[in-house]
Structures are given as structure tokens and as C-alpha cells.
């Protein structure tokens, strides 16, 4: 018996009565695959494709989820699509891992705490981090540790610097970070963790405690940025999920810890489209990836 490359795959509850976030979990090798969503209804209906371009990642919103009645259950399944073969999931339905009702109260919850998030929260890009790939070049390959090499002042003095154009904002994984989302955060508290003594002056750690939103899913290493102010967090290893029935993610708390502006990740860029996309917002476009 062939085992399936797919594990986990979840429909989830949005902000949005007509929207619903189908993700999955895939096997290492197949991460990098071009992702197809089907879906069909209960009964003799066929699978009809939602996307006609392809995901990369392991999440998709589905803006047109509606359940018309009780009796409506929905069936989804995805097609993964990797140097020309074909892998695909089981069929599963919308209720596979909690029952209607549940499903109900976790997609008020998200919806009130995102009301609430775009009352008193500010609006970010989330950048998830590559987790899996082709390791970076800065990045030695027996120690892990970043690699430096020789370089020669005008003044003749040598010294050690980082590897250049590594293209991993000081990451382990080339390309550093997925494309962004935009979400909203809500600030509770910060404080400073350290103070360090560096050649340019004194600078103070400061964590950051956040509340974020059910989606998507808070992961330690990812990048949080205020385009506002250029305030620049990565997110530590503290992080609660709120969860209903054990399954459904409604909320994360998180602590941030706020970067240098010498740090790597202060290069990663801004979408050029992002201003645009701020003043449109409404959802189900908040969903998606820019």
C-alpha cells in the first residue's frame, strides 16, 4: 500500500462567512510542488478546480465557501504537482476533525477578534520563513555556523566579513522568507530584555507580547513588519496557540523581539503594491499572499 505524501490536511474557519483556509502538511521532498484545490459538495457531484494558478506553500483561502443548509458538507482534496508527477490527497470533508456547531463558535471568535484587530491593531506584512530547501551559501555545511571571508580595507588592513549576496537575511535557507501576508497585530506590552554595548552606541533588546490573528499560523524565526515605521520583529519561541475543540486555531499570542537596523532582515523588500493593497482591504483579500 502506497503511502500518501500528505499529512493533515484541515479545513479551517475564517473571518469571513463565505471563506474558509484549507491547509495541509506534505511530505519534505514534495514541499516545493505547485499545489491545485479541488472541492465538490456531498453526493454525486464531481471535484471542480478552485484555482487555476498555482499555490505554493501550504495554505489556501477558499472565498467561495458557503454552506447553504445543514445537509451541505463540502469535500476538498489537492493535487500536488512536482518536476512533472503527479501526487494527490484524500478526500477530506470540512467537518473531519470537529463537528458543525464547533466549527460555528471558532468562526465568530476569529471574526470578533478580527473586528477587533482593525480597531485597535496596527497592520503588518507577515513573512513566513523558509523551513526546508536549499540551505544558504553563507552558511557552512559540517558547523551550520555563517561563513566569513578575507577582506582587504584601503588602508591594507584585513578583516572578517559575511559572505555576500547569500540572499538569506540571515536565515539558514536561501530566499530567507516566503511572500507576506497582510495581517493585523495587537500590541499589549513591551519591555527590555538586555542591553548591549556595541561599537555605534548602546542598543536595547526590547521583546514585544503580540496578539495575533487565527491566520496565518504564528511559527518561530517568521518576520513581522510595521511599513509604517520600518520596525522590524522576529518572532521567539514563546508562542500560545487558542485553540477550539483542541483543533481550530482562533488566536496566537506571541513575543516579538524588535531588530537593529543593521540586521539582514531590514533588507528584506516591501511589495511594491503594498500601500495599494492596505487601502483596499477588506476580506477575503486579507488572506491572501501578496
Known sequence: MEISPFYDVNILPSHSKKTAIVSWRVAKFLRPAEFYIYRKWDGGAEFELLNETA????????TTFNIRNKTDVPHYKILAILDGDEYESPDVTVFAHTDRKAFGVAQNIIRSNYLQARQDGIPVLYYPAIRNGKMSSAL???TGQRNSVQCVTDE??????????ANDYGTYYEGGYYRPFITFIRLIGARVQRSNI????KFDETVQNAKFLAFPPVRTGDLVVDVATDRRWLV???????????????????????????????????????????????????????
Not at 242 to 269: E, F, G, N, R, W
Open 55 to 62: 499555490v505554493y506553500g501550504t495554505t489556501y483561502a477558499d
Open 140 to 142: 557552512d555545511d559540517v
Open 156 to 165: 591594507g588592513a584585513t578583516g572578517d566579513t559575511e559572505v555576500e549576496d
Open 198 to 201: 556595541l561599537d555605534e552606541g
Open 236 to 290: 521567539g519561541t514563546s508562542i500560545t496557540a487558542h485553540l477550539i475543540k483542541s483543533v481550530i486555531p482562533v488566536a496566537y499570542d506571541a513575543y516579538l523581539t524588535l531588530q537593529m537596523t543593521t540586521h539582514p532582515c531590514y533588507d528584506v523588500p516591501v511589495p511594491s503594491n503594498y500601500s495599494y493593497l492596505l487601502h483596499q482591504l477588506t476580506w477575503p483579500n486579507h488572506s491572501q499572499m501578496i
